[in-house]
């Protein structure tokens, strides 16, 4: 037991030192619009099965995309949740193809039981993030046989640190809500350069936000058993949408490195917002040994106001599907308590480019759950492929091959032991 609770400290002290330095997790140009990439909102298991979370109960991970599925756990258990992904992404616009390599921090949470009918659950994840480095030349129309290079750059993202409850009202009902504060940096930069006698003079445009707020979620699961041996679970969530609290910060400057830069500072307050959200979900099991779902989120982009226009964002939705099975949890071989998963998922993003949704995103995602040899903790480990193809010719398709390790540290901190 204490080998695995230092453990358990190492792990957690690795990633939070990880997550508060690492910031460039995506080289994705589209990172340029809005807030970024979104980051999936789902644990090792869902991240395997397409991402569907609403409607799953499981007593193994912590499903935080959800908070009615708290309930799931075991009264005796304290959960400890973690996960990180490696990836390589090519990028081509039919003419200039790149690759990239970026590690990222998933998620860190913890579960354990209030009380007979309620749960309660703290953790931290990303919500987006930023990272891109773009450059073009072109001709200078002012100064024959001269040319001018203009350079993007963005940086940052935001995070969430939650705290939420979930209970049973009825045996086969329960309900339950996150409040998550909502923080992080995200900064855009333009610069254009020219020469002029010899000497590069250019302008630099900085635009920098810095967003501390709130987040809210309520969710809902109906368990309904068909017998013995089946049984399905409904879930729904709902996130109301508002504006977010910021300070923002728009620098000019103008000049060259030699004699140094003119510079024009401007500190505001931008109007930005987070979207109402609404998600359901659909689970069937069977035998306790195989599960199949099917999710739909919807998520109303096209009323957030972004920097002060209106209309910077489209309507996002996204379709999961996902099954996990598991050969015979009685058995004796080791092979037959590992957990199979696989899914896929469809999402058309949030942001705009030129006007019109950006890309059509996909993924394809597939893994397993190891269980550790004499106790309840479980290593999980998925590969999703996912796919960007964007809207138009011109625009950047992305292919992406990802690994996500999770780690769930399943022990019974509440049991205790009965001396004769």
């Known amino acids: 037991m204490t080998r695995y609770r230092q453990t358990l400290l190492v792990l957690l002290l690795t990633i939070i030192s990880g997550v508060t330095v690492a910031q460039n997790n995506t080289n994705s140009p589209y990172t340029r619009y809005g807030y970024g990439q979104l980051a999936d909102q789902g644990s090792g298991n869902s991240k395997a099965m397409g991402g569907i979370a609403y409607g799953l109960r499981d007593r193994s991970h912590t499903n935080f995309a959800n908070p009615a599925a708290y309930t799931a756990v075991d009264s005796l258990t304290f959960m400890f949740d973690g996960g990180i992904s490696l990836q390589n992404t090519n990028f ?143 879930g729904v969530v709902f996130s109301p949408g508002h504006n977010l609290s910021n300070e923002s910060t728009v620098t000019n400057m103008m000049g060259n490195p030699s004699n ?96 019109m949704s950006a890309a059509n995103e996909y993924g394809l995602t597939a893994g397993f759950a190891l269980p550790l040899p004499r106790n309840r903790s479980v290593i999980s480990l998925s590969a999703q492929y996912v796919g960007m193809q964007g809207a138009e010719s011109g625009f950047v398709n992305e292919n992406t091959l990802r690994v996500c390790i999770g780690v769930t540290f399943n022990e019974r901190w509440f049991w205790k032991r009965k001396v004769e």
């Open 260 to 355: 140094g830069y003119t510079t024009n500072s401007k500190d505001t307050t931008l109007t930005l917002g987070t979207p109402i959200t609404l998600g359901a979900g659909v689970t069937y099991t069977y035998n306790n040994r195989l599960t199949v779902g099917m999710d739909v989120m919807f998520q109303k982009w096209g009323d957030v106001t972004f920097m002060n226009d209106p209309d910077a964002f489209c309507n996002r939705t996204k379709i999961s599907v996902g099954a996990e099975y598991i050969p015979n949890e009685m058995g004796r071989s080791y092979f037959s308590h590992i957990k199979y998963r696989l899914g896929a998922y469809y999402s058309k993003p949030y942001y705009k480019v030129r006007g």
């Open 92 to 234: 081509s616009d039919g003419i200039v193809k790149r690759n990239a390599k970026n590690s990222s921090f998933d998620y860190i949470t913890m579960l354990f039981r209030l009380s007979k009918r309620g749960a309660m659950s703290i953790g931290m994840l990303p919500y987006s993030n930023v990272g891109y480095s773009m450059e073009s030349y072109n001709e200078n129309e002012e100064f024959s046989g001269s040319s001018y290079s203009t350079k993007y750059s963005g940086e940052g993202g935001l995070h969430q640190l939650y705290v939420g409850a979930g209970f049973k009202i009825l045996e086969n009902l329960s309900v339950g809500a996150n409040i998550s504060y909502l923080w992080g940096d995200i900064s855009h930069s333009r610069n254009i350069s020219f020469p002029l006698d010899g000497t590069k003079y250019g302008s630099i445009k900085q635009e920098s936000m810095s967003v501390q707020s709130y987040k809210l979620d309520f969710g809902a699961q109906y368990t309904q058993q068909f017998g013995k041996k089946h049984s399905a679970t409904l």
